[in-house]
Nanobody, 124 residues
């Protein structure tokens, strides 16, 4: 079971990036997916989560209205669209998944599968 995150890069403040997370090894159509981030010198923090059917989406207050999480079960892919980026969004972004048939969560300890991370750098 592997999660592969991609799409990070360098962008100016106000710009956009689209992160993708592709799952392999098994289907994740019944799993809650989430995104977390970790800035240098800081702890990992919750960004967004989506239920297996897309009906429930939760966001950290700092990204609400700017980021959108979505999933494509047919492609085993999860996406984080990030708009109006700010320098404080600079971090390594990780996608994660819970075991099947669980509820959404904003706690990193609740997630069982993790991708390797992709670096997002927002310049001012």
């Amino acid at each position: 079971v592997q999660l592969q995150a991609s799409g990070g890069g360098l962008v100016q403040a106000g710009g956009s990036l689209r992160l993708s997370c592709v799952a392999s090894g098994r289907t994740f159509s019944s799993n809650v997916m989430g995104w977390f981030r970790q800035a240098p010198g800081k702890e990992r923090e919750f960004v967004a989560t989506i239920s297996w059917n897309g009906a429930i989406r939760n966001y950290a207050g700092s990204v609400k209205g700017r980021f959108t999480i979505s999933g494509d079960n047919a492609k085993n892919t999860n996406t984080l669209q990030m708009n109006s980026l700010k320098p404080e969004d600079t971090a390594v972004y990780y996608c994660a998944a819970r075991k099947p048939y669980l509820q959404t969560s904003n706690r990193s300890s609740d997630y069982d599968y993790w991708g390797q991370g992709t670096l997002v750098t927002v310049s001012s």
